[in-house]
């Protein structure tokens, strides 16, 4: 089946500086989500994208969908502690089954 | 709503025991999903129901069994836990066979099998 791989797997910033996180695929995509999972948690949806060159915002948050529809970035401006976690980007296969990427792991400095 | 809910939430098992991972949602989802999270990973699928009496494999299934008598139930069974089961346990529903749909976990069982 078809599968996304994230990048970086780890990233540390400094309060207020930006963060971007990049899902990649070989195989064009039907859609992507994005998850964010707080330490200890458990995955909380935040957003599916599905045409072609889409872009989201939520907040801070901007959620892009590439023109070819391969690769899928999350960009925060300005992060801040709250938005530490590993924020995963995931496949809906047919039948509603997800396909996650490893995910990056976000850690911000006060 | 109580939306989806798993016990229990910390199990240890010794190795060759049987167990079962409850699930269960109320907000009268169609779908229902297991996944495995190991440390540093992301989610692996294990088994996955469509509707009641209908069950499929994921990525995953080898050593567990699941069983859909009801919409809102979908335990997970360790047949003869291994250490390689040492994992977090994440239930998952969803209400949509369309394209948008969204998946709410549960808060997980943490496995460790000695």
């Known amino acids: 089946g078809q599968q996304v791989m994230q990048i970086p797997q780890y990233q540390h910033v400094q309060e207020g500086e930006d963060f971007t996180t990049y899902c990649n695929s070989s195989t064009t995509l039907s859609n992507i989500q994005w998850y964010k999972q707080r330490p200890g948690g458990h995955p909380v949806f935040l957003i599916q994208l599905v045409k072609s060159g889409e872009v989201k915002k939520q907040k801070r948050l901007t959620f892009q969908f590439g023109e070819a529809k391969k690769n899928s970035s999350l960009h925060i401006t300005a992060t801040q502690t709250t938005d530490v976690g590993t924020y995963f980007c995931?496949?809906?296969?047919?039948?509603?089954?997800?396909?996650f990427g490893g995910g990056t792991r976000l850690m911000v400095k006060p | 709503n109580a939306g989806v809910t798993q016990t229990p939430k910390f199990q240890v098992l010794k190795t060759g025991q049987s167990m079962t991972l409850q699930c269960a949602q109320d907000?009268?989802?169609?779908?229902m999903s297991w996944y495995r999270q190991d440390p540093g990973m992301g989610l692996r699928l294990i088994h996955y129901?469509?509707?009641?009496?209908?069950?499929d494999q994921g990525e995953v299934p080898n050593g567990y069994n699941v069983s859909r008598s009801t919409t809102e139930d979908f335990p997970l069974r360790l047949l003869s836990a291994a250490p390689s089961q040492t994992s977090v346990y994440f239930c998952a529903s969803s209400y949509s066979r369309g394209f948008y749909n969204e998946q709410f976990f549960g808060p997980g069982t943490r496995l460790t099998v000695l």
């Open positions: 907000m009268n989802h169609e779908y």
């Open positions: 129901s469509v509707g009641a009496g209908i069950t």
């Open positions: 995931a496949l809906n296969n047919a039948g509603n089954m997800l396909t």
